[in-house]
């Protein structure tokens, strides 16, 4: 019982620690997003939204984190690339920075074909509109995720990513970047563009593309951090000087309440269909690169 109870403890300390975090760079991003914002900025009411459906998603995580946990311990010891090269990650600044890109390169690569099928498959969809639904995209989006669009990049981005690199491979201030500081900046409402660095690393005008409500922006800028990803398999498509588009869904059935968008997500609200994913308009690569 006192083992439990500890448990539910370090559970509590945990969601803690990371709504802190959650609310600190909401904030920390807002005061850019006020400066400049790319469109009407949502406000107060809007952040606060995406910040209970983490929390939410958070105790959805806690309850599957055993089970996940177990998966992760059935990984082999040594990875594939410690197999085929035993002196890959060296060690020092650059072995860390090389370390970390190496890593981040190969998690796109398969969060670019787990985000491709989630907007190809119906299944995959109904997890994932729960984050196409926020039509005021801004850094908090980030953090509008369904427990179930969570075991999907686990199982399929993260679980492969760890069998070829190793659980241990990113050093802690290069993950601290990547993982929970880079998806607030991809998705802020501030007017800001990369310029010739767009192809190069994803930003907050060339991501807001992929949220575009507009049919003609579907199918394009899966990747999260390398743009490169998207032109090598057809789907980049790059911004305007200044295009900065509308976000959300067209005909928006998917739930609304924060416990709801966490847990039930597939469950439509409304008369018509949100069977279909975002996907809606096949676009060829040629078209994705003449606009």
């Known amino acids: 019982m006192n ?3 500890q448990y539910i403890i370090q559970v509590i300390q945990g969601i803690a620690k990371e709504v802190m975090f959650a609310v600190m760079m909401t904030v920390g991003v807002w005061v850019l997003e006020r400066w400049k914002p790319a469109v009407t900025d949502p406000g107060f009411e809007g952040r606060w939204h995406n910040v209970k459906v983490f929390i939410f998603l958070l105790i959805g995580s806690a309850f599957v984190a055993p089970l996940l946990n177990r998966c992760a311990q059935l990984l082999p010891s040594i990875s594939v690339l410690e197999r085929t090269v035993p002196d890959w990650q060296s060690k020092g600044i650059v072995g860390g920075i090389l370390a970390t890109l190496i890593y981040a390169f190969i998690w796109d ?3 670019y074909w787990t985000h491709r099928l989630e907007h190809k ?9 729960v984050h196409h639904s926020d039509a005021y995209m801004n850094a908090s989006t980030s953090l509008r995720q369904s427990v179930g669009g969570a075991l999907i990049g686990f199982f399929l981005a993260h679980i492969p990513t760890a069998i070829i690199c190793g659980g241990n491979t990113v050093p802690y201030l290069g993950s601290l970047i990547l993982f929970s500081g880079w998806g607030y900046f991809n998705h802020a409402n501030v007017r800001f563009s990369l310029g010739p660095f767009t192809p190069i690393i994803s930003g907050p005008q060339w991501h807001r593309l992929h949220h575009g409500r507009d049919a003609r922006y579907h199918n394009s800028n899966y990747a999260a951090f390398f743009p490169v ?7 980049l498509r790059l911004p305007k000087k200044e295009e900065w588009v509308e976000t959300g869904l067209q005909d928006d059935v998917s739930p609304q309440r924060p416990l709801k968008q966490s847990f039930v997500s597939w469950r439509n609200e409304g008369a018509l269909s949100a069977s279909t994913p975002h996907a809606h308009t096949p676009v060829t690569p040629l078209e994705l690169h003449d606009r």
Request: zero cysteines.
């Open 3 to 5: 083992d439990f109870l």
């Open 121 to 129: 498959f119906s299944a995959l969809w109904a997890f994932h509109r």
């Open 229 to 235: 990803i998207d032109l090598v398999f057809g789907t």
């Open 109 to 111: 690569f398969f969060q």
